[in-house]
């Protein structure tokens, strides 16, 4: 069965403190891979898709990089805004699902 | 101009009682979902329907029944409330295909 493992659960950082959220799937024949913001009360916001490895995309101090096992989201300088549950997903090829991980929670620190 | 739009954010009820949950989005997606969040914030599909149809069916109580008029508007109607039920419900919606999910702002469904 296809899974999504999201490390660490939790990470507290100091502003400015760079860091890096691991996103591990057992999917095969990748159709994409999903990141995803969530703050407390709202849905997901979409931030990034990753369709093969090597690929990587960038949005201010955010940068997703994708291997064939794995994807990365690594957070340069975080500041308190960044707070937030970032989710992955990878949808799945057969049944065109989206599976989610279970999220990492940060919490950067002024 | 919200994009993925659901009606009620918040819903307390009483074990039992049967309630609906409605969404619409005006991203001209053809395919729109209903994701259950649980208190661990872990997100899993419930349904999904393509122009209508209903192309993704987990294994969900059938007091569960989604209803799709057209391809921007999806519902959820829940009969026989339990405890259980007791969560955040998003909808989404995407194009067919590869393309990222775009989310409401969820319901939160009490139920005592």
């Known amino acids: 069965e296809d899974q999504v493992t999201q490390s660490p659960e939790a990470l507290r950082l100091q502003e400015g403190e760079s860091s890096s959220l691991n996103c591990s799937y057992t999917?095969?024949?990748?159709?994409?891979l999903f990141w995803y913001r969530q703050d407390p009360g709202k849905g997901p916001e979409f931030l990034f898709t990753?369709?093969?490895a090597g690929e990587e995309k960038e949005k201010e101090r955010l940068k997703a990089t994708l291997t064939k096992k794995e994807s990365f989201l690594h957070i340069t300088a975080p500041k308190p805004e960044d707070s937030a549950t970032y989710l992955c997903?990878?949808?799945?090829?057969?049944?065109?699902?989206?599976?989610f991980g279970t999220g990492t929670r940060l919490k950067v620190l002024a | 101009d919200t994009a993925v739009s659901q009606t009620p954010k918040y819903l307390v009820t009483q074990m039992g009682n049967d309630k609906s949950i409605k969404c619409e989005q005006n991203?001209?997606?053809?395919?729109m979902y209903w994701y259950k969040q649980d208190s661990k914030k872990f997100l899993k599909i419930m349904f999904s329907?393509?122009?209508?149809?209903?192309?993704i069916n987990e294994t969900v109580p059938n007091r569960f029944s989604p209803k799709s008029p057209d391809k921007a508007h999806l519902n959820l109607h829940i009969n026989s409330l339990e405890l259980g039920d007791s969560a955040v419900y998003f909808c989404?919606?995407?194009?067919?295909?590869?393309?990222?999910?775009?989310f409401g702002n969820g319901t939160r469904l009490t139920v005592t």
């Open positions: 989404a919606s995407s194009q067919t295909g590869n393309s990222p999910l775009h």
């Open positions: 999917v095969s024949g990748l159709r994409g």
């Open positions: 990753l369709y093969s």
């Open positions: 997903a990878v949808q799945d090829p057969g049944t065109y699902k989206y599976i």
């Open positions: 991203l001209g997606h053809d395919t």
């Open positions: 329907y393509n122009n209508k149809e209903l192309i």
